[in-house]
């Protein structure tokens, strides 16, 4: 075959080279990169969109209540992140035949009520298996400084995490084996077999990874601050430190022994046969805020929060543990374009 009649082989895309091209276009106007889109006059409001698909993001049974909650959660988490206030939602949802409508809506309702949101319009039709996507337009929150960027840590700044990590993970792992929520509780099938000691950490496990609970009122005190750097813990620990010391030209040293955790949690997962470590760093959607402030800022009054390092001026995202060894900390966590067995 002639050199000219060679087509070059692409890689396929994963995430964040989709992302960063994108970022890179004209078209685009330099809006993409933090977990929502900062626009109007005097960048007055942010906008952010996400979606949940049966199969992909939650058990095609899923009570649709449930479901509405879980999409509306991780979408206030991305605002959450950007430190802005909830304004106003747009729907789509495509639904599979047999799907209960009013359920859904009664759910979602709701829970916007709880957070002052407006559902202002959408679109409804029918699909093979339910895609519901929802758009939020947030604004500044009273005393703002700004929203929230992934740009703005900078070296000796220290590095937070607004909660604990790797419960999630383990609740994905109870659900694909047959845990459900029935009511306002959890079912274990007795199938399951789980130990009586560690009913209390599953069920909570299980109600982590369908319920989050998007920490708005942190993102609001965070955009009070003079500076600091955000994120949410959508896709794992490693991934989400990696984007955002990216996005400020930063590197970062945490330290494994200060991640926190569920009371249980290392036993939790060790019956469940997943490494505790690897849960935390790489399991994802616990949608807690990863966050930088300036070394001195007094974070005692956020319960919860917790140390877990400092930021370098070193590019390297490192991991310490007990041995005090500093290792390389890969980009751990979940990727929503590379194809999956």
């Not at 109007?40 to 993001?57: F, I, L, N, P």
């Not at 929230?148 to 840590?153: C, D, E, I, K, Y």
């Amino acid at each position: 075959m002639s050199r000219q009649n060679k087509r070059p082989q692409r890689r396929p895309d994963d995430e964040r080279s989709l992302v960063d091209w994108l970022a890179g276009r004209p078209e685009t106007a330099g809006l993409i990169g933090d977990d929502a889109a900062v626009f109007g006059a005097r960048e007055s409001h942010v906008v952010t969109v996400d979606s949940q698909v049966a199969g992909v993001h939650f058990p095609a049974e899923l009570e649709p209540g449930i479901l509405a909650r879980r999409l509306l959660a991780v979408n206030l988490s991305d605002l959450a992140a950007m430190g802005a206030r909830p304004a106003h939602a747009f729907l789509a949802l495509a639904a599979a035949p047999g799907f209960d409508h009013r359920r859904f809506f009664a759910g979602l309702l709701g829970e916007a009520r709880r957070h002052g949101l407006v559902l202002a319009g959408g679109d409804l039709s029918s699909a093979p298996v339910t895609c519901a996507s929802l758009t939020l337009i947030g604004a500044r929150w009273p005393r703002s400084r700004g929203f929230l960027r992934r740009s703005r840590a900078r070296s000796g700044d220290v590095v937070y995490l607004g909660g604990t990590v790797g419960e999630s993970a383990l609740g994905l792992e109870l659900v694909r084996r047959g845990a459900r929520v029935e009511g306002r509780g959890v079912a274990l099938p007795p199938a399951l077999d789980v130990p009586r000691a560690l009913h209390a950490a599953a069920r909570r496990a299980v109600l982590r990874h369908l319920q989050p609970r998007p920490q708005l009122e942190l993102g609001a005190w965070l955009a009070r601050r003079t500076r600091a750097a955000a994120i949410d813990v959508s896709d794992g620990v490693a991934r989400d430190l990696h984007r955002l010391c990216a996005a400020s030209g930063v590197g970062a040293v945490i330290d494994a022994e200060l991640l926190p955790r569920s009371p249980r949690f290392a036993e939790l997962a060790a019956w469940l046969g997943l490494d505790p470590l690897a849960s935390m760093l790489g399991g994802g959607e616990d949608y807690v805020l990863l966050f930088t402030l300036p070394a001195g800022v007094d974070v005692g009054r956020l319960p919860g929060t917790r140390r877990i390092g400092r930021i370098e001026a070193a590019t390297e995202i490192l991991l310490t543990g007990d041995d005090g060894e500093r290792r390389d900390l890969p980009d751990l966590g979940w990727d929503h374009v590379s194809v999956r067995a």
